[in-house]
């Protein structure tokens, strides 16, 4: 017998008997945003984690932002609807790979995007994510720095702190880094003055191209304020869910052919339904791993 499809009203219903909250990433379909508690990029959903009173935290995202809701919250339940819903980037640096590249630089401070694993966490001097990487890198007043995985993300925080020599691991987004300039181009020509708002994870040209460089929380404050008829934005889909929620007035252009990261839609309603309702997809990190990767998470929310 095939189940029902799961509605907002049963999800809801479920998350209150469970004495669950639900945290919905801002490329989450939305679906999910509609029965979230909150909606936010990673740096939000790892601060709301850490000061929940809930007993169950149903995190929809990708693994390594479920693993930091249970670094920081480590007596809770946290539950990650699809358990193969991981992050290409994240796994781009192994920790033994991030230990021989240590061991190449020593005495050089590491930061490490939060798009990375809990070991990789653990290996870490200071966290950052997309909303924060320049602060976080400024705040250790070092001149040299080992950043990964995200070169690009490397490269847009070394244009800003020309003063900071940053070494950088080799890894990307695959959603963000196929996107050429030309199809920024091709977007700009059938937008004429609409400006374009692209994320760090995109390549440097195509941050280049851009009138604001900004993370997701960061486009939705901007595009707020920003008062545009429309605006080009060169980041996640699902992120046009919260823009429109945001500035309703403005028309949003993403790209075509839309850029969609298959991670981030695996989870759908049916998928929450079921954690909620089995207490199934639990993430665990092992102790030790987890008090140091705290540490690094803990070194980033104090910054920023
Ligand atoms: O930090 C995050 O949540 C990600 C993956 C993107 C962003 O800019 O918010
Ligand atoms: Fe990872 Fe990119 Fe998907 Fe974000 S959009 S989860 S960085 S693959």
């Not at 909606?39 to 984690?49: C, F, I, M, P, Q």
């Not at 992050?87 to 021989?100: F, G, H, R």
């Not at 977007?187 to 604001?212: L, M, N, Q, S, Y």
Request: some cysteine; overall charge negative.
């Amino acid at each position: 017998m095939t189940e029902p499809l799961a509605t907002p009203a049963e999800v809801r219903l479920l998350a209150r008997d469970r004495h669950a909250v639900i945290f919905a990433h801002n490329y989450q379909r939305a679906e999910v945003q509609s029965v979230a508690d909150v909606v936010g990029d990673s740096l939000e959903l790892a601060r709301r984690a850490a000061a929940v009173s809930a007993e169950v935290i149903v995190l929809a995202g990708v693994r390594f932002m479920a693993e930091t809701a249970k670094i920081l919250a480590p007596a809770k339940t946290v539950l990650l609807p699809r358990s193969d819903a991981g992050c290409p980037m994240a796994d781009m640096i192994t920790a033994d790979q991030l230990s021989a590249w240590k061991a190449e630089h020593p005495g050089v401070p590491v930061v490490m995007y939060v798009n990375s694993s809990a070991e990789v966490k653990a290996l870490t001097d200071v966290c950052c994510t997309s909303a924060n990487a320049v602060e976080v890198v400024r705040s250790l007043g070092a001149d040299k720095v080992l950043f990964g995985p995200d070169r690009n993300l490397g490269a847009w925080i070394a244009a800003q702190l020309p003063e900071v020599e940053m070494i950088l691991w080799d890894g990307y987004c695959p959603v963000h880094d196929q996107v050429t300039l030309e199809r920024v181009r091709e977007a700009k020509a059938a937008h004429p003055g609409a400006p374009v708002i692209a994320h760090p994870e995109c390549r440097p040209d195509v941050t280049a191209e851009a009138d604001a460089v900004l993370s997701t929380s960061q486009m939705l404050r901007w595009s707020a304020k920003a008062g545009e008829p429309e605006i080009i934005v060169v980041t996640e889909g699902g992120l046009l869910t919260g823009l429109a929620k945001a500035a309703p007035e403005t028309r949003f252009i993403g790209l075509t052919p839309p850029m969609l990261c298959p991670n981030m839609k695996l989870t759908r309603l049916d998928h929450v339904r079921d954690a909620l309702r089995d207490l199934s997809g639990a993430v665990s990190v092992p102790p030790d791993v987890a008090a140091a990767a705290r540490g690094s998470l803990e070194r980033m929310t104090a910054i920023g």
